[in-house]
């Protein structure tokens, strides 16, 4: 089926939300039309680290290489994927010739050295700089005593050179993530506190059209795109705050594609009008409890071992997740490196998280603060976050919950001020040392208001990453979980989960990919 799109927002009088008015039905247009979480933050993925703004960003900005619906590394902007040459250090990389950027502009690597020194700048305040941060002068930019990278080198307007301070067996595989996305320096400039926010161009396959945080994003075909035209002619993120709405707003006809929570599925998957609609994908991540390791009352590894008995995790798996989930056994997700199939179950234990609180000083128990952004409140996180609630009750563990915007949620994680949260973390490149060093390394941990400081986990990671062989990497990470999940206690994993979407019968060649993120690069309309 294909629709004309009006530019133009208006008020949904029946819920009182913000939406796009589609016109009625044509021939002439693709419009593929996705029910999106609001989070009314900037859509630079140089400044957070949210799924549902990255599935609007990679549309629009891309990466030097990426992974496909496949899992499988490919070159983007680029001609081939380089082999590192002098003992693993150094990347020589040659751009395609012709690509240009949606304002017209040409792509060359002044481009990308102007995009991938960004991160660095300790103004900037990059979440994830982390990913890039081996080659050789960014610890120097990030300490503020460099204004570029030594190690990047250009040799004229198409080939680089990047040299690393060690070996990094993930590297290319970081730059697929969207935190390394190539900017226009030019327009970047220009567009000053505005980028993000109201300009927004890559070099993608669709063009913002209308950028709205408020409200959505609509976007078109860039017909100038150097790859593979996409088969639609536009792509419209419509946020819509209340997850049941959303859904209402998809059985009316006025959403194409939709996440399905997972406390829905068993509901719309015994509908006839809608179970052959539904499409599900079991992610690359884990749902747990994080803990700040520097607030007092968390910072002692029985507190937080406590916490741990007192989780029912088979409860959550089977009547919060209505089945859908399974209890974690570790942080690190099955399908990676570094899980172990064979860790047993986290024990619930209700007297043994007693004693334990009553030795680390805590017999009567204590106050502790939950951060969460409001428009997570009806998703998984939300319910989840509740669910535990009541059950820390049962050890005198007193759970507040505090509802904030994103955009402050990402700004107080991002000063180490948030207390306790429920992650919903997901792998960003099938990789372990993307999963866990981010979160858990002490280089990195405060800003993600875990705040965990172990010399011997900072050494697994720092070696694992370090080196190629594959097996001892995977005995590494596998040491490396089992001593923040099991002797630290400095992330509580509670369970894994399936995920599920529904898609009209008319939209085609389209999956999901276990980073979960949803993208419509190949997806396509029929009438």
Known sequence: MRRNTIIKIIILAAFLIPVFALSSWTAEKKILRYGAIPQKINLDMYLNTINDVMGISDHIIETLVRYDDDMVLRPLLIKELPV??????????ELKPGIKFHDGSPLTVSDVKFSIEHMFYPS??????????MIVGAKDMMDGKSNELSGFKIIDDLTFEITLEYPYAPFLSALATSYTGIYPEKAFKEAGKDWGLKTFLG??????????????????????????????DGIEFIFIDDTNTRIMEYERGNLDVVELPATLYPEYSKDDRFASQIGEFTPMGTIFICPNNSVPELGSAKVREALSYAVDREMLARDLMKGTAKPATTFLTPGMMGYNKDAPAYEYNIEKAKILLAEAGFP??????????????????????????????????????????????????????????IGT??????????????????SNSPRLSSSYNSPEFDRLLDEARAISDNEKRDEMYRQADNLATRVDYAVIPLYNETLYYMAKPYVKNFKMSPVYIFHFFNADIEK
Not at 84 to 93: D, I, M, N
Not at 368 to 381: D, K, L, P
Not at 403 to 414: F, K, L, P, Y
Request: hydrophobic share 40%; aromatic share 12%.
């Open 84 to 93: 590192p040459s002098k003992g693993g250090l150094v990347y020589r990389f």
């Open 124 to 133: 900037t305040g990059a979440a994830m700089n982390w990913v890039c941060d």
């Open 203 to 232: 070099t993608g396959p669709f063009k913002v059209t209308v950028l709205d945080i408020d409200t959505g994003v609509i976007t078109e075909r860039f017909e100038d795109y150097h790859g593979e035209k996409p088969k639609l």
């Open 364 to 421: 009567d128990g204590f106050s502790v603060e939950g951060i969460i952004r409001n428009t997570h409140m009806s998703t998984q996180a939300g319910r989840t976050l509740l669910a535990l609630q009541n059950q820390l009750k049962s050890i005198g563990v007193d759970l507040t919950i505090t509802q904030v915007d994103s955009a402050t949620w990402v700004e107080m994680r991002a000063a180490n001020k948030i207390q306790l949260y």
């Open 425 to 442: 973390w997901y792998a960003d490149f099938p990789d372990p040392d993307g999963f866990v060093y981010s979160l858990l390394h002490s």
